[in-house]
């Protein structure tokens, strides 16, 4: 059972556009969303998270919305440049109980941002 | 400041070997998760450990697979008698104590052909 759902698979945007990935969840128990970028070969790396007792969390170019109600989150990539060409993967987390420490994914988005 | 280390980065095995994959913690950390990545699918859970501990061990198949973090050293996933299916790439993680909210680091990669 996929516990956080991720679309779309893929993503092809222009340079400076504007990058949109969707996430949405089962479990209210989560109470942590970090995204991660990766690149080909590489591990994935930790770029923004969320708890959701915020609505948007902005660092730099990247931004995620948080919709408890809905339960939904998305990470927005403005600006989008070439070197965001990456894998994106959402993730939830709980931070409390017994499943404390283990990340559910997402799986994945491949996004291509065009010179 | 070296980041989660793991070794080797490929590894090739032929049906029935066994496969050991390392991995070295960043410096000050002592909770290592292990996830596998199957080709276009997102990270999938398998064990979590904290040093001679198995805290987590829900997402690892039962059989053939096994996980350790000893005292000293590097903690070590196991995979005996290693079927076709088992090819894909595994990623440690390290964090300190996740209770207090820390992140998850990621090395870059076992990747793990059988043949």
């Known amino acids: 059972q996929q516990q956080v759902k991720q679309s779309p698979q893929s993503l092809i945007v222009q340079k400076g556009g504007i990058s949109i990935i969707n996430c949405a969840y089962e479990?209210?128990?989560?109470?942590?969303f970090p995204w991660y970028q990766q690149f080909p070969g590489k591990g994935p790396a930790l770029l923004i998270a969320?708890?959701?007792?915020?609505s948007e969390k902005k660092e730099g170019r990247f931004t995620i919305s948080f919709n408890k109600s809905a339960k939904q989150f998305s990470l927005h990539i403005m600006d989008s440049q070439p070197g965001d060409s990456a894998t994106y993967f959402c993730a939830a987390d709980f931070r409390r109980g017994s499943t404390l420490g283990r990340l559910y994914f997402g799986r994945g988005t491949q996004l291509t941002v065009w010179p | 400041n070296a980041g989660v280390m793991q070794n080797p980065r490929h590894l090739v095995r032929r049906r029935g070997q066994e496969a050991r994959l390392r991995c070295s913690p960043m410096k000050g950390h002592s909770h290592v998760y292990w996830y596998r990545q199957l080709p276009e699918e997102g990270l999938k859970f398998m064990v979590y450990?904290?040093?001679?501990?198995?805290?987590?061990e829900s997402g690892m198949p039962k059989e053939r697979f096994s996980a350790e973090f000893p005292k000293e050293g590097p903690s070590i996933l196991r995979i005996q008698q290693v079927v076709r299916g088992d090819s894909a790439a595994y990623f440690c993680?390290?964090?300190?104590?996740?209770?207090?909210?820390?992140?998850?680091?990621f090395g870059p990669g076992t990747r793990l052909t059988v043949l």
């Open positions: 969320i708890r959701p007792d915020v």
């Open positions: 993680a390290s964090s300190r104590d996740p209770r207090s909210g820390n992140e998850q680091f």
């Open positions: 450990l904290q040093k001679e501990n198995i805290i987590d």
């Open positions: 479990n209210t128990a989560f109470d942590y």
